[in-house]
């Protein structure tokens, strides 16, 4: 079997055009299009259409690292502010001795909602690191 013939676009009349557009996550647009070749194969003008996609796909995702590090960060935050809630609450247990009834709840549920926190924080770290990989940013 023979390689198919290559023609260089060069020389072939177009005949139309594609363009694809993402809406990024920083409210940017980006987009990307071609042009399509008189007698060109469905299977070439796929292809292209196809890397453009992944090009639209690498941005998209690379354009949502921030989002994703700002998220995290302000997880981090909420997480310290609720160790310091529950510090406070604990010294006023030791020191008064007494926790009005809502400050008993709120210690009673500030464990679980540290370990669901420090979950999310943990998610969010392996999604930065994922992305960051996919669009080759180390």
Do not use: C
């Not at 921030?66 to 010294?91: T, V, Y």
């Amino acid at each position: 079997m023979s390689e198919p013939e290559v023609k260089n676009p060069a020389t072939m009349a177009v005949t139309g055009n594609f363009s694809l557009q993402a809406q990024l996550p920083n409210g940017k647009t980006f987009s990307v299009s071609g042009y399509l070749y008189d007698s060109e194969s469905l299977e070439s003008v796929n292809q292209r259409v196809d890397l453009m996609h992944d090009v639209l796909d690498r941005q998209r995702l690379r354009a949502e690292i921030p989002e994703l590090e700002a998220k995290r960060d302000q997880m981090i935050k909420q997480l310290d502010q609720m160790r310091d809630h529950m510090a406070g609450l604990e010294r006023k247990k030791e020191t008064s001795g007494k926790l009005s009834s809502q400050e008993k709840l709120s210690l009673d549920n500030i464990g679980q909602s540290i370990s669901k926190v420090l979950e999310e924080i943990e998610k969010g770290g392996k999604a930065i690191a994922d992305a960051k990989k996919k669009v080759g940013i180390e």
